[in-house]
């Protein structure tokens, strides 16, 4: 057992309280803005602009969903909803509204939506990772309760360290991508598979949803059918999805 605090303010400057998962959120959009600036120095405007116009989408999208899926409690708390700080996000709504808001750029510039889907899948990974770490101290997307020896005490019981293993899944995807980000094909499972446009985002889909679905077991998390989260199911759609349109690029 590891004793635990919530740390949800880590610190003050002045009278401005800086919040713990809004400033490891902060620190990783900022390392993997500059990793992704260092290998597309030539592209590094169009990329910080993309950062930008993502991540307000993104939290607007994070929160839409959020707010859907827990409707009853806001249709008796409307103002509630938009209290953002007070927790409450969805990242697959994140992602959702941040792709509407990458293609969107991308046709307006005539730029190749694709080309940039596959540099944003190398490096959101670190974000997640890092913004994991704020989540921990946070104390939202607590664990399970456990009999572990590395279980931490929270809410009254002993429970798993879900943020820490999601964020140590999370680097390990990160690394994958990252060692990947210049080949044209890979070999899995003795089969020699072509890498095209757009193709290393389907890989980032499939890895982080295969993430999500092993953690969600570890997650206090309400189960909605056989025994899995909406979260679970919505992973095995998007795993299927994406191995689909991988599997039938291979035969053009």
């Excluded at 610190?11 to 900022?30: E, K, M, N, P, Q």
């Excluded at 990252?178 to 389907?202: A, M, T, W």
């Excluded at 949803?209 to 077991?217: A, C, D, K, P, T």
Aim: hydrophobic residues 50%.
């Amino acid at each position: 057992m590891i004793p635990y605090h919530r740390i949800p303010i880590l610190f003050h400057i002045g009278s401005l309280r800086v919040y713990s998962w809004g400033f490891f959120v902060s620190l990783g959009i900022l390392t993997a803005l500059i990793i992704a600036n260092k290998n597309h120095k030539k592209e590094s405007k169009t990329i910080t602009d993309l950062v930008i116009i993502t991540l307000i989408f993104g939290i607007l999208g994070a929160r839409t969903i959020y707010v859907l899926l827990n409707i009853k409690h806001f249709i008796k708390n409307p103002i509630e909803a938009f209290n953002i700080m007070g927790g409450g996000l969805s990242y697959f709504g994140a992602l959702l509204f941040a792709f509407i808001a990458l293609l969107t750029y991308c046709k307006i510039t005539k730029k190749d939506y694709k080309h940039y889907l596959d540099i944003f899948a190398i490096y959101i990974p670190i974000v997640q990772a890092i913004g994991r770490i704020g989540c921990f101290l946070n104390g939202c997307c607590y664990g399970s309760l456990t009999r572990v020896p590395w279980g931490i005490t929270y809410l009254g019981g002993i429970r798993h360290p879900a943020q820490i293993y999601e964020s140590i899944l999370d680097l390990t995807v990160f690394l994958i991508l990252y060692k990947i980000r210049n080949k044209k094909s890979l070999e899995i499972l003795n089969r020699r598979i072509r890498l095209f446009k757009g193709s290393k985002f389907l890989l980032y889909l499939i890895l982080y949803s295969l993430v999500r679905f092993v953690v969600e077991f570890f997650r206090q998390e309400p189960k909605f059918i056989f025994g899995l989260t909406i979260t679970q199911i919505t992973t095995i759609f998007i795993i299927i999805v994406s191995k689909i349109i991988i599997l039938r690029k291979q035969r053009l």
